[in-house]
């Protein structure tokens, strides 16, 4: 089992991401896992917006997969906490990719635009048993690595998020240009049987919840205490928004991409997105690499947090300025997600420092309750505001991204001060 992370002073230097790979097995199985699944996601996602605008040509459709991708999230997260935190974590997610493998083979039935219901009942159910991976993966991390390591592993979790995006989105787009979407709903199948023959080789850890009794009859009240103890732990209970405050404008944004893509590369659906998406992937994983080697100083963190915040509604204000140059817009979504990408690894690594293991389940599946419920409510404003015609594609991104930035600069003058001296403790 990894030493204990009750000491920060055991953490005398960070591991190498080298050292972290070749000397922890268990770690490595897991991130393997979490590699090769990615990379089908990404495959998938860009199939998926390519074939639902073929269908039906509607922005508000596109938002429609968007919002059931993550509402059902959501909504099955306050339940995949408590699971995640009273049962065993490495069985929960081999199933949950298991399960997820199946769910993506039912792609292969939808033909035309009458089948739009069938498209959203899978996305609902993929977002249901991702609500109870992630949270099941991130709660392991702390489990599965030393003090010195817990940096560098979920700074390499995040890169390889966002290398598998850029790689992912790239590849999905032209996969999906040349051989079409049912070939990459196969693999997309594929990619999850071989992340749960990982995550089955690897040995995880953890101090499950003791409740006794009928699962749905503890529920309720496990979950009522995991969130007493965000009420009672205000330091790790602010940190729990970090990532909700970028959401709040970030969902458009990230929504608006796909949007873009078609602008940007008229006549090739796919390969626009795919773009546009790597671009995104690119950004997000420089972000966490900086972030570990320029932000040392954890007392200055929740700072950074909000001024990342800030910094990416910055770059997208400037692409709403602009327009449609092809190579600036490129650069600048690069710059913004690298900044959401540190704001992610900084918030992740606090969380999982300031959280005792018996809650750690539950507290990051409200964490993604409050995310996936930001996200979804800002695709849901975005899609009506350009199906109403309220504003065009331009005009939309420069609204959501004044919007983010103003959510980081409310950060650094609501949250920051209260992280200051010992009141942070609390």
């Known amino acids: 089992m990894a030493e204990s992370l009750a000491d920060p002073a055991a953490a005398t230097g960070q591991s190498g991401y080298w050292e972290l790979l070749r000397g922890n097995v268990t770690f490595r199985r897991l991130w393997i896992g979490n590699v090769v699944s990615l990379l089908g996601d990404w495959f998938n996602t860009i199939a998926l917006y390519t074939m639902v605008l073929r269908l039906t040509g509607s922005e508000l459709a596109l938002g429609a997969v ?8 959501a909504l099955a997260s306050p339940i995949a906490g408590v699971l995640v935190d009273r049962f065993n974590r490495r069985r929960l997610m081999i199933a949950s990719d298991l399960l997820r493998a199946l769910v993506v083979v039912g792609f292969l039935l939808v033909d035309d635009a009458g089948d739009l219901p069938l498209i959203y009942a899978l996305i609902a159910a993929q977002g249901v048993l991702a609500s109870l991976f992630i949270p099941a993966r991130s709660a392991s991390i702390p489990n599965v690595t030393s003090a010195r390591q817990l940096v560098t592993a979920n700074a390499l979790m995040a890169a390889s998020w966002s290398v598998m995006l850029a790689v992912g989105a790239a590849l999905g787009g032209l996969v999906t240009q040349w051989l079409g979407e049912r070939a990459v709903f196969a693999i997309d199948s594929a990619t999850y049987l071989l992340s749960g023959y990982f995550i089955a080789r690897s040995v995880i850890p953890q101090a499950t919840d003791t409740a006794r009794g009928p699962v749905l009859r503890t529920a309720f009240r496990q979950m009522a205490d995991g969130w007493r103890f965000l009420r009672d732990m205000p330091n790790v209970r602010r940190i729990a928004l970090a990532k909700m405050a970028w959401a709040i404008g970030g969902g458009a944004l990230g929504y608006s991409l796909a949007l873009a893509g078609d602008q940007l590369s008229a006549g090739a659906l796919a390969a626009g997105i795919g773009i546009l998406f790597a671009a995104r992937g690119l950004g997000s994983g420089i972000g966490p690499v900086v972030a570990r080697w320029a932000f040392k100083d954890r007392g200055k963190w929740p700072l950074i947090l909000g001024l990342v915040i800030a910094a990416s509604g910055i770059c997208y204000t400037v692409v709403g300025v602009i327009g449609w140059s092809l190579p600036i817009f490129i650069v600048l979504v ?28 539950r507290v990051f599946a409200t964490e993604w309750l409050l995310v996936t419920l930001a996200e979804t409510l800002s695709i849901v404003a975005a899609s009506v505001l ?13 609204t959501f991204a004044l919007l983010q930035l103003l959510c980081g600069v409310l950060w650094v003058v609501l949250v920051v001060p209260r992280e200051r001296g010992p009141i942070a403790r609390r």
């Open 66 to 73: 968007l919002i059931i991708k993550m509402l059902p999230w």
């Open 334 to 361: 690069i710059l913004a997600h690298s900044a959401s990408g540190a704001n992610w690894v900084m918030s992740t690594v606090l969380l999982q420092e300031r959280t005792e293991d018996r809650f750690r389940g």
């Open 386 to 398: 350009l199906e109403m015609g309220v504003v065009d594609l331009r005009g939309g991104i420069l």
